[in-house]
């Protein structure tokens, strides 16, 4: 239990961090420099108002300096990361599996983020997340790392050949970090990008059900939350949604 708890307060504090990667990194700003502040009156944020969730709530949602009114989005993040970090101590019994697993989240939240707001997944993203993959893959799980390879390159593989036959519906940022969720999932990864491909049919239809065939193939929709919403699935169900896909369907 002590893991879980420790697990959920470092999700906290690495998602408040996720707020100033979302909000800083499109804009090409210092993720260090200056510290927290409020985008309105500049004063720095105190310490003590930096408490991810619990100073939001206790400041009702407003800068202490000026009364300007702070994103719900801010405390939501928070508490979202903090719940999947804890989620994956439960999910996962060896060290390697909560490790890449909390390395994915880490990643996809800001991704998604980003990629909702300013329709980009940042190179800087998919570059860590690269690495971390690589570097914990081989120091906690070096056995498992030739899978994980074979996945990556199949992600990667298969959503750059999506992005090659319809440019205007995926990027290179898709293509990227579908590649990192393999590096991370292993063949997990597989239900991850088929849970993502029908979340993005489905909204799909909703928009062009909305606003007519027309106007709703016209309407740009970031495909970067679909992946991080299969990556999630995939941490906590990837694997028995792969075991029952062999077990019932290869045997």
Known sequence: MEAVTFAGVLGAICGSFLNVVAYRLPRHE?????A???PKCGT????????????WLLLRGHCRGCGASISVRYPLVEALTAALCAGAVLAHHSVAGIALSVVLILLVVPAALIDLEHRIIPNRITAL???LALVVGVALDPAGEPERLIAGAAAGGFLLLAALAYPGGMGMGDVKLAAVMGLLLGRAVAPAILIALLAGVL?????IARKGTREGRKTA?????????????????GQPIV??????FLR
């Not at 720095?44 to 100073?55: A, E, T, W």
């Not at 679909?226 to 941490?235: I, P, Q």
Request: aromatic share 10%; with cysteine; charged share 10%.
């Open 203 to 207: 909204v799909g239809a909703v928009v």
């Open 221 to 237: 929709v970031p495909f970067g939350p679909f992946l991080a919403l299969g990556a999630l699935v995939a941490v906590f169900a």
């Open 30 to 34: 210092s993720l260090v420099k200056p």
């Open 129 to 131: 997340g690269t690495v």
């Open 243 to 248: 075991d029952l896909y062999v077990n019932h």
């Open 44 to 55: 720095p944020v105190r310490p003590y108002d930096n408490v991810p969730i619990l100073s």
């Open 36 to 38: 927290s502040h409020c």
